[in-house]
């Protein structure tokens, strides 16, 4: 299992790693990709041995922190845009591209499950591993019931990117969230995903006018439905339980939707994130960072 982060994060990956663990039946590998300059301070936090890049989580758990360079993803990180005259610092942060880059960041792992620092376990990732495995594709996002990717792209398609019909097909398209996705990183290599990628981060800088939204998931999905060699049939798709999105801005979300989400997902606001003063459901959170605590003592 994969997770990226940087210290705004890390309180949250604390639980959240402690929650798959807690909630996985197999050992479990949590394998961090941080920005090599913070790397010793940010295992330091975790409570790993100066000089070290792992330790122990208890019996069935190994944290493992893998150090990586901006300049690895900065050919699939668009140049920031200027939206209302402020910046979405925090989707267009280094490690938010770095999910993208697991093949050549993580050595010798086939098959791994990327969670974002915001989300608790509450089921066995085995078992979304295992089906994962048995549709034989490259990628996998669980359903996000009535989202389009019109939410996320313009409403023309500006410096000729491509026509107007095939702008509107595309909006018409589904869109998934990428903080939980499941990848086969030999078959995302061997496709070429990242070279898609960066061709349109290329074609989006030139145009300097805004085709779609900040952060890496528009930009993902994009390069999938985009590719001329049908990528947009290597995506498998499992039901929306495995993320249960919004828990960072919907504040009428019920309790059984809460005990029924396999995968927990604070996305939405910075300010309620349940670590913080104002974050939303903190009684869904505590007791994993809690936990972590624990196992690495």
Request: with cysteine; net charge neutral.
């Amino acid at each position: 299992v994969v997770w990226a982060s940087n210290h705004g994060q890390a309180e949250g990956l604390k639980a959240s790693i402690a929650s798959a663990i807690n909630a996985t039946s197999s050992p479990l590998v949590a394998h961090v990709l941080v920005q090599r300059g913070k790397a010793k301070s940010f295992g330091h936090f975790f409570g790993i041995a100066a000089g070290c890049r792992s330790a122990r989580l208890g019996a069935r758990g190994v944290l493992q922190l893998h150090a990586f360079d901006a300049d690895v993803v900065a050919d699939s990180r668009p140049d920031p845009d200027i939206v209302n005259g402020t910046t979405e610092w925090r989707l267009d942060n280094v490690e938010n591209f770095a999910r993208l880059h697991m093949h050549t960041l993580i050595p010798n792992v086939k098959v791994v499950i990327y969670l974002d620092a915001d989300t608790i376990v509450n089921a066995d990732l085995t078992v979304l591993r295992d089906e994962f495995a048995a549709s034989g594709s490259t990628i996998g996002f669980a359903q996000l019931p009535g989202v389009f990717m019109g939410r996320a792209l313009s409403g023309s398609p500006a410096c000729n990117f491509t026509t107007p019909e095939r702008w509107e097909e595309l909006r018409k398209l589904r869109a998934y969230n990428n903080g939980v996705l499941v990848l086969d990183l030999e078959r995302w290599a061997r496709l070429h995903v990242v070279e898609h990628i960066e061709d349109l981060v290329r074609k989006k800088n030139a145009c300097h006018e805004k085709l779609w939204g900040r952060g890496s998931q528009p930009l993902l999905l994009m390069a999938l439905y985009t590719a001329k060699d049908g990528l947009a049939q290597e995506i498998a798709v499992f039901e929306n339980s495995w993320n249960s999105c919004d828990l960072g801005e919907n504040e009428r979300i019920s309790d059984s939707t809460l005990k029924s989400g396999k995968i927990l997902h604070w996305s939405g606001l910075a300010n309620r994130k349940p670590w913080l003063p104002d974050g939303l459901y903190p009684q869904m959170w505590t007791p994993h960072r809690e936990r972590y605590d624990e196992l690495i003592a």
